[in-house]
T-cell receptor, first 115, second 114 residues
Framework: QQQVKQSPQSLIVQKGGISIINCAYE??????FPWYQQFPGKGPALLIA?????SEKKEGRFTISFNKSAKQFSLHIMDSQPGDSATYFC??????????????FGKGTKLSVKP | DSGVTQTPKHLITATGQRVTLRCSPR?????VYWYQQSLDQGLQFLIQ???????AKGNILERFSAQQFPDLHSELNLSSLELGDSALYFC???FGEGGTDTQYFGPGTRLTVL
């Protein structure tokens, strides 16, 4: 059972455009929603994260929008650049008072930004 | 550079064999997580250790085992290897044991089973 569903699988955007990646989750116990960026041959790296008490978080060109009632969250990359070309993973986790913290990942979105 | 190191970078072995993957967490981090990344299954959580003790188990096969040593490095042991075990194996570390701490991923070990 896939607990975090991510779309689209791949995305091609022109330089300067907006990239939008969507995720939906099932478990209402999740309380931490990070986005990871992975370049070929590298491990995933945290890009930005949000908790369900806020609806939006912005860091530079990257914004997470969070809709708790719809159990959905999305990543927006403004002014997309060729250097943003990578695979993006949404994830979710829950905190049982510090006893568990494994990330449940979406399947990933391969983003290509064309110059 | 995340500060998490993994060795070896590549590993090629035959079916039925046993291998050990090693992970050194960031300085000061107490938790180590192991993840498997494959094309069909994506990134899947295997197991977590916190300060030497097993904390959580995910989709880890019985043929796989792990441990965390007193110096906090961790090893993932894969035995009776099958073709389907070919994947990238990542470890990640964080300071605490909870889900809201940032997990820092290592560069991974690419395992190829022939």
């Amino acid at each position: 059972q896939q607990q975090v569903k991510q779309s689209p699988q791949s995305l091609i955007v022109q330089k300067g455009g907006i990239s939008i990646i969507n995720c939906a989750y099932e478990n209402t116990a999740f309380d931490y929603f990070p986005w990871y960026q992975q370049f070929p041959g590298k491990g995933p790296a945290l890009l930005i994260a949000i908790r369900p008490d806020v609806s939006e978080k912005k860091e530079g060109r990257f914004t997470i929008s969070f809709n708790k009632s719809a159990k959905q969250f999305s990543l927006h990359i403004m002014d997309s650049q060729p250097g943003d070309s990578a695979t993006y993973f949404c994830a979710a986790s829950r905190n049982y008072g510090g006893s568990q913290g494994n990330l449940i990942f979406g399947k990933g979105t391969k983003l290509s930004v064309k110059p | 550079d995340s500060g998490v190191t993994q060795t070896p970078k590549h590993l090629i072995t035959a079916t039925g064999q046993r291998v050990t993957l090693r992970c050194s967490p960031r300085s000061g981090d107490l938790s180590v997580y192991w993840y498997q990344q494959s094309l069909d299954q994506g990134l899947q959580f295997l197991i977590q250790y916190y300060n030497g003790e097993e904390r959580a188990k995910g989709n880890i096969l019985e043929r796989f085992s792990a441990q965390q040593f007193p110096d906090l490095h961790s090893e993932l042991n894969l035995s009776s290897l099958e073709l389907g075990d070919s994947a990238l194996y990542f470890c990640a570390s964080c300071f605490g044991e909870g889900g809201t701490d940032t997990q820092y991923f290592g560069p991974g070990t690419r395992l190829t089973v022939l």
